[in-house]
């Protein structure tokens, strides 16, 4: 099994476009594992985790985010996948 996780922070116009059910959508179609959130900076936290290629794919899909988003940057790091079950939007 190649089950990687990444870990990090989308910056720019992320708050308020969907950017969360989009990437809850995004995950789910991929079947990626993890969780996003708002962050009270402005940011998009996100923890990713499965399979290498479909991690790969939401990673470059948070590049450019749901049609209203403006993403400045997409910061992710690996980190050590915890097995987690589904995806979900953290409040």
Known sequence: ?????????????????????A???????LGVQGWVRNREDGRVEVWL???KPEVARLADWL???PPAAE???ARLAP???EGMAGFGVRR
């Open 1 to 21: 099994m190649n089950r990687i996780g990444l870990h990090g922070f989308v910056s720019g116009k992320v708050q308020g476009v969907g950017f969360r059910e």
């Open 23 to 29: 990437t809850l959508r995004e995950a789910e179609r």
């Open 49 to 51: 985790e499965g399979q």
């Open 63 to 65: 590049t450019q985010g």
């Open 71 to 73: 993403v400045e940057e």
């Open 79 to 81: 980190c050590q996948p």
